[in-house]
């Protein structure tokens, strides 16, 4: 039995249409970046032309400050980067749940009349514009805030993160909350479950995995942004670093930096490995 022939295009085959729509988002997008590099001053010869005060900069931190005062100095700033990390999405996430709950928007219309959609409505519309309050403001911003009103240190930068944490964390909550599959739920509530029981023992146990490995990104995150904060004086090693380069002691920075990023990379693989572990 002959096997059927299978066409494939060749080389000289049919030209490809034109397309007034794809050529129209090419212009757009030419005329954006064009916008965009006027707007921005952009110019790579003038970035060529710093390169040696680059090199200057980088030859001076070598090699990096490894006496014992720098070292501890390290390590007392790496900590309290983690603690403020690590309680900002702690924080964040105790505070994103009940309003990612009071956000989600199936569990605010399902099985409810129109007065009552109207009613629920509200909690639900709140939440909401909370959420988008705590997080359109960057976690930087929110940290020059709570400076400015506690003053400098490792406090007002937690609160700063956990503010950030639970914005971002809410709305990524309601949104799993939402995608879990509704056949559980549908079968409480047909044999006589109230919604809360319903959310509580059919939408929120499939969506547990989702929050765990999405608080554990949130940490990833919010080691990152700690290590910033400390520029507006809100601890970390960021302060260190700040504090290292204005006495222009570039082997110290040097020190910090490194220790930074170590400590960034190992977090990172900490989270993904728990994370993966979680989808499965």
């Known amino acids: 039995m002959a096997s059927p022939r299978t066409e494939r295009p ?41 390169s040696g005060a680059a090199e200057r900069f980088v030859s001076e931190m070598f090699p990096p ?10 390590g007392t700033g790496i900590l309290e980067t983690f603690q403020m990390s690590f309680l900002g999405a702690l924080i964040g996430a105790v505070v994103a749940f009940p309003l990612s709950a009071l ?11 129109r ?9 639900y519309h709140l939440s909401r514009t909370l959420l988008n309050v705590f997080r359109s403001v960057p976690d930087i911003l929110w940290a020059l805030v709570f400076v400015v009103a506690l003053g400098l240190g490792p406090f007002p930068g937690t609160l700063a993160l956990a503010v950030h944490s639970a914005g971002v964390l809410g709305k990524l909550y309601s949104e799993t909350l939402e995608a879990v599959p509704s056949r559980p739920v549908q079968a409480l509530t047909a044999t006589g479950a109230s919604d809360f029981q319903a959310f509580l023992f059919g939408r929120l146990p499939q969506a547990m995995n989702g929050f765990a490995s999405l608080t554990l990104y949130q940490w990833e995150c919010n080691i990152r942004s700690a290590t910033i904060l400390g ?11 700040l504090i290292s380069m204005n006495l222009f002691d570039y082997p110290k920075v040097a020190t910090l930096v490194g220790a930074t990023i170590v400590v960034v990379l190992a977090v990172d693989r900490f989270s993904a490995a728990i994370r993966r572990r979680l989808a499965y």
């Open 65 to 74: 400050d490894l006496s014992a005062a720098t070292l501890r100095a390290m």
């Open 231 to 241: 520029f507006v004086g809100a601890g970390g090693i960021g302060q260190q670093i």
């Open 10 to 50: 060749g080389i000289g085959g049919a030209l490809p249409r034109f397309s007034w729509k794809s050529s129209l988002a090419v212009l757009a997008v030419l005329g954006l970046t064009g916008y965009s590099v006027a707007g921005t001053n952009f110019n790579l010869v003038e970035l060529l032309r710093g």
């Open 103 to 113: 956000g989600t928007r199936e569990i605010s219309t399902v099985g409810a009349s």
């Open 115 to 123: 007065g009552e959609r109207l009613l629920l409505a509200v909690p």
